[in-house]
């Protein structure tokens, strides 16, 4: 006689309804080990510090990858803008903010021109013109999405590989996904680590 057990799990979810189910005490923090902003770069760090230790039971509702493309597809064209304003600062004020948003035009532009592609800009029916179809045809030329942004070649590529393996249909290889991870990491942190990535770039290299 056979028996069969389903158990289901939760784990369609966007980053706000995962840090509301696990209780993160804030939006901006890491909803999987409660990690704060100003950390979220140095985590290998305070891995080890209790407080931020990964909760397992988090995992079981999902890792919210339903815009999890999106999220760091943003966190890149910011990071973009921040390129040319003072490296001690990871907020843009003041004059460094005039700096920003005129970049951002730029890598607007860019995106029209090379892309055919409309990116962080208004709606007319409301909402953004950022789509997941958008960050996905972004991401399928990741040499072309580097060059626009003016970031590192093997960050931009890494990443690709990444998304592309999360959101395929296919088995994937735990420790070769983890070296690239850390590989990623490395990258980042050797070239931008001024700037704090987000939660969403966080729990893709970090857990």
Not at 76 to 95: F, M
Request: aromatic share 8%; with cysteine; hydrophobic share 35%.
């Amino acid at each position: 006689m056979l028996f069969i057990k389903v158990v289901h799990r939760f784990t369609l979810c966007d980053g706000k309804i995962l840090s509301f189910i696990t209780k993160t005490p804030s939006f901006s923090r890491c909803p999987l080990c409660f990690c704060p902003p100003s950390m979220l770069n140095k985590y290998d760090e305070w891995q080890t510090d209790e407080e931020f230790n990964l909760k397992e039971d988090a995992l079981l509702v999902g890792f919210s990858l339903l815009h999890l493309r999106m999220r760091i597809f943003s966190h890149l064209v910011n990071l973009s803008c921040k390129l040319h304003i003072d490296k001690s600062k990871h907020q843009a004020r003041g004059g460094d903010a005039a700096i920003a948003k005129d970049r951002k035009k730029i890598l607007q532009r860019r995106f029209r021109d090379k892309f055919n592609l409309r990116v962080d800009e208004p709606c007319s029916n409301g909402g953004n013109s950022t789509t997941g179809n958008v960050t996905r045809i972004a991401f399928q030329n990741p040499s072309l999405l580097a060059e626009i942004l003016e970031l590192d070649p093997p960050l931009v590529n890494n990443l690709s590989l990444l998304l592309s393996a999360l959101s395929s249909k296919f088995s994937i290889n735990h420790e070769e996904f983890g070296k690239l991870c850390q590989e990623t990491k490395s990258i980042y942190k050797e070239h931008y680590d001024n700037i704090p990535m987000n939660v969403s770039l966080h729990k893709l290299l970090d857990h």
